[in-house]
């Protein structure tokens, strides 16, 4: 790894960022969020909508990182589901629902279905995370309490668990074959927005160059919260495992802002102590990236420019996009996101 590839001395850092979802690419910037999806016929279907405005809390310090990972959360699962629904329409045989989504959108009704699932999917994610990389670790590291008494050691132990635990989640879901294609989107993010930070024009040949990892990514914000949770529990002992299992979940706001600041800290800065505490996440982040294929970098491009285009008089739209990520007349629908989210379909009229 070559850490200067990484950390680049004459980039500019950006507040854009992105998700690789299935098929595609979400690019959220300031004003303008971009999800660009590569269809079976080779077009790009893009959707183009406003950034959610951020709240007060999003502003401070500390208390920014739990807001904008919930948000992050809640648009991600967004973004991933509406992913799912285009994947699905045009994937007919591959992308099927499942008995459950049908029956609720039987009962329900498609877009009640569609609010429900998704705030199930966030709470599923958030009480998943908990368990299995919070509290399944300290669980099993509780009978090392048998051997030692040392609670330096004992902490050590559970960060060290829920490293493995982390990785080992990864390395399984690496062999699925859309993971695999999903980790590739995600390098493409990666190389467009290192492309983008360095002044280059945005072209999959510019893009390629680069490397797949970043120091902003969201696994080295994990990361930095495995290690950070490692410090923050060394001050609170080892008591039972009922008090451990509260006080793992009480702290957890704290150690996600902690994470945060230092994730920001670490993609604007390149001193040593920065890459020193960027090398765990950089090295998972090459479980969860691959490299992609031009075809792949091509959305991510599209995404990135039709984020960049942010003017007020660009129409926000849903449908077919060019490699600039500008709407193809004819083929896409304009709407005003003040009326609705998006266009409204035809069947729901």
């Known amino acids: 790894m070559d850490l200067k590839k990484i950390f680049l001395k004459d980039a500019c850092p950006t507040s854009i960022g992105g998700q690789a979802i299935m098929e595609g690419i979400m690019m959220r910037g300031p004003k303008r969020t971009a999800i660009a ?34 948000a992050s959360l809640v648009q991600g699962t967004k973004t991933l589901m509406y992913s799912a629904d285009i994947l699905e329409a045009n994937y007919p045989e591959d992308y099927q629902k499942d008995k459950f989504d ?15 699932l998704m705030v199930l999917s966030v709470v599923l994610a958030i009480i998943m995370s908990v368990v299995i ?24 132990a ?8 982390f990785i080992l989640y990864i390395v399984l879901i690496a062999k699925m074959e859309d993971i695999k294609r999903v980790f590739q989107f995600h390098g493409a993010e990666h190389k467009t927005i290192h492309c983008f930070e360095n002044g280059l024009e945005l072209t999959p040949e510019n893009a390629q160059s680069f490397y797949t990892l970043h120091p902003r990514c969201g696994t080295s914000f994990m990361v930095f919260v495995m290690i950070i949770a490692v410090l923050v529990h060394a001050f609170m002992g080892w008591p039972n495992v009922w008090l451990r299992i509260a006080s793992r979940i009480l702290v957890l706001p704290i150690i996600a802002g902690l994470s945060y600041e230092l994730l920001k800290w670490a993609g604007r800065s390149d001193n040593i102590v920065v890459k020193a505490l960027s090398l765990p996440g950089l090295y998972v982040q090459k479980l969860t990236t ?11 491009i599209a995404a990135t420019k039709a984020v960049l285009n942010d003017g007020d008089d660009v129409p926000y739209f849903e449908g077919i996009c060019d490699l600039e990520g500008r709407a193809v007349e004819g083929e896409v629908e304009y709407y005003d996101p003040a009326v609705s989210d998006g266009p409204v379909k035809k069947e729901e009229e």
């Open 102 to 116: 049908v029956w609720v959108e039987e009962k329900l009704g498609k877009e009640k279905a569609w609010n429900i």
């Open 290 to 300: 691959n490299e992609p294929d031009f075809d792949q970098l091509e959305v991510a």
């Open 133 to 156: 990389f919070m509290l399944l670790p300290t669980v099993v590291v509780g009978l090392l309490g048998k051997v030692t008494e040392n609670i330096l050691l004992l902490n050590l």
């Open 158 to 165: 559970e960060g060290l668990a829920r490293m493995l635990i």
């Open 37 to 70: 999806i590569r269809l079976p016929n080779g077009k790009i279907h893009m959707k183009t909508q406003p950034t959610p405005k951020g709240s007060k809390w999003g502003k401070v310090p500390l208390i920014r990182g739990v807001v904008n990972f919930v």
